[in-house]
């Protein structure tokens, strides 16, 4: 399972895709922090240009959008028609389990407000603009309140300056629709999208399924699905499914260093993530610590670091290594400094298991 997911997620060995293909063929990509996408597809794609999805935010072929989990991706703007649509449950979950703002929403009409909000929106609005349209049009309810149901009942993305190599913007909504100039899909297949998830994160479960786009009830989808799918049974005998001719390569093919942003898909897309590291690797991957601002990094397919950058340079904290395989780790990490641009030190860490 490995090799297999390593392999659809372009991480066994460096891909000759573009940068549009390649979103395209992951599904989009976890984009909350708007630089990740550019470490991810580094990490992925043979010669990547920074510059180049650049291009594409601008050119309006990717967007910034909630989707999958609610989070914000990149997706190619066919992506966004298609998925926004289908993920629309998961922001109708969403809009009642804020603990500050959904109180203030309970037996309200929010459909003349999501509708003014449309309006609104069909030009690019900071926070702060909503906020204030939405205090002058709806003066006895709570404008942040209504900001965030439209948050949850809009298709918005979030247009450039934000998310453009080596700059930071504040964030500004628009609709889905008026930014790509098309509608979102009417009728859009929740069997093909499945299809697609199988093939860059398979083999996979149900329950895996229903990890990486929080919505639910799949069984029945992937039980249509089943006469076009192949089965396996993982070491705990759950059921496994798979496209007949996805790559499945050998346990043993090398698997190189990679480092990945914090928030990567790949590492959280499935129920059971035993395939990133084994079980003697558990206790000490939890020794490495997890929070804001660290990626992971892969040695030999599995979670073996965490990585940050500091104001000296890349700090990585890795469970204790062989020194070539630490050292393999070190020359990944220069190798990133040189595409991020910075001179600074790799500096490792070891943790104890």
């Known amino acids: 399972m490995n090799r297999a997911t390593l392999a659809r997620q372009?991480?066994?060995k460096r891909a000759e895709l573009t940068p549009?293909?390649?979103?395209?063929?992951?599904?989009?990509?976890?984009?909350?922090?708007?630089?990740?996408?550019?470490?991810?597809?580094w990490s992925r794609l043979d010669g990547f240009r920074p510059g180049s999805l650049s291009e594409l935010?601008?050119?309006?072929?990717?967007?910034?959008?909630g989707v999958m989990r609610a989070t914000i991706h990149l997706l190619t703007g066919d992506d966004c028609l298609l998925l926004r649509p289908l993920t629309q449950p998961v922001f109708e979950g969403q809009l009642w389990r804020h603990r500050d703002l959904s109180?203030?929403?309970?037996?309200i009409d929010l459909d003349p407000v999501v509708e003014a909000g449309r309006v609104m929106l069909e030009e690019p609005r900071t926070g702060t603009e909503l906020r204030a349209f939405f205090a002058a049009r709806f003066p006895k309810l709570d404008a942040a309140a209504l900001v965030y149901a439209c948050q949850m009942r809009l298709a918005l993305v979030q247009v450039p300056p934000r998310g453009l190599w080596g700059k930071s913007a504040q964030v500004r909504w628009t609709t889905a629709e008026a930014w790509l100039g098309r509608p979102l899909a009417a009728t859009p297949s929740l069997e093909a999208v499945?299809?697609?998830?199988?093939?860059?994160?398979?083999?996979?479960?149900?329950?895996?399924?229903?990890?990486w786009c929080r919505l639910t009830r799949l069984r029945a989808v992937v039980e249509r699905l089943r006469p076009r799918l192949v089965t396996f049974r993982d070491e705990r005998g759950r059921e496994l499914f798979d496209l007949p001719d996805a790559p499945r390569p050998d346990p043993d093919t090398p698997a190189l260093v990679r480092f990945l942003p914090e928030y990567d898909n790949v590492l959280l897309s499935h129920d059971d993530r035993s395939r990133f590291r084994s079980e003697q690797d558990h206790a000490a991957a939890l020794a490495l610590g997890w929070g804001a601002g660290w990626g992971a990094v892969l040695h030999d397919g599995v979670v073996r670091g965490r990585w940050r950058l500091e104001p000296e340079g890349v700090l990585v904290r890795h469970v204790r290594l062989p020194k070539k395989a630490a050292a393999s780790i070190a020359a990944e990490g220069r190798r990133l400094t040189r595409f991020l641009g910075i001179k600074a030190d790799v500096r490792l860490e070891a943790v104890s298991r």
Not at 57 to 65: D, S
Not at 103 to 107: A, C, K, S
């Open 10 to 12: 372009l991480l066994l």
């Open 20 to 41: 549009l293909a390649a979103v395209s063929h992951l599904v989009g990509m976890q984009a909350q922090v708007p630089h990740n996408p550019y470490t991810a597809l």
């Open 57 to 65: 935010l601008e050119r309006r072929e990717v967007v910034r959008i």
């Open 103 to 107: 109180p203030h929403l309970r037996g």
């Open 194 to 211: 499945v299809l697609r998830y199988l093939a860059a994160f398979g083999p996979a479960s149900v329950a895996d399924v229903t990890t």
